[in-house]
Nanobody, 126 residues
Framework: VQLQASGGGLVQAGDSLRLSCAAS????????VGWFRQAPGKEREFVAA?????????YYSDSVKGRFTISGNNAKNTVYLVMNSLRPEDTAVYYC???????????????????WGQGTQVTVSS
């Protein structure tokens, strides 16, 4: 599986962005797709995930809950992350990832994901 993340950019605080994660070679059917981010000097952290194996249940970190929304198209080969009310602390490189057989207790763990996209930079100015 190859993943392509896109949609990042430079925005002002309070603005919105939509990130896309497109899969080539196969669909995301019955897999978990997650978004993670990594700011300079910090560890990669969980942002959001959707588990198609459980009917599309979604999960968010506390820092983005209520502002970000993860979703996918009907063909399940593209996953989106809509980011509203962006803050300077959201500045990071955003990565999408997926993998088979990710159990519920592992959706927030980067090591649970086998395939990663190249990342897209999101910069939020104050």
């Amino acid at each position: 599986v190859q993943l392509q993340a896109s949609g990042g950019g430079l925005v002002q605080a309070g603005d919105s962005l939509r990130l896309s994660c497109a899969a080539s070679g196969r669909t995301f059917n019955r897999q978990t797709v997650g978004w993670f981010r990594q700011a300079p000097g910090k560890e990669r952290e969980f942002v959001a995930a959707v588990r198609w194996s459980s009917g599309g249940n979604t999960y968010y970190s506390d820092s983005v809950k209520g502002r970000f929304t993860i979703s996918g198209n009907n063909a399940k080969n593209t996953v989106y992350l809509v980011m509203n009310s962006l803050r300077p602390e959201d500045t990071a490189v955003y990565y999408c990832a997926t993998g088979p057989s990710i159990i519920l207790s592992s959706v927030r763990m980067p090591r649970a994901y086998e395939y990663w996209g190249q990342g897209t930079q999101v910069t939020v100015s104050s």
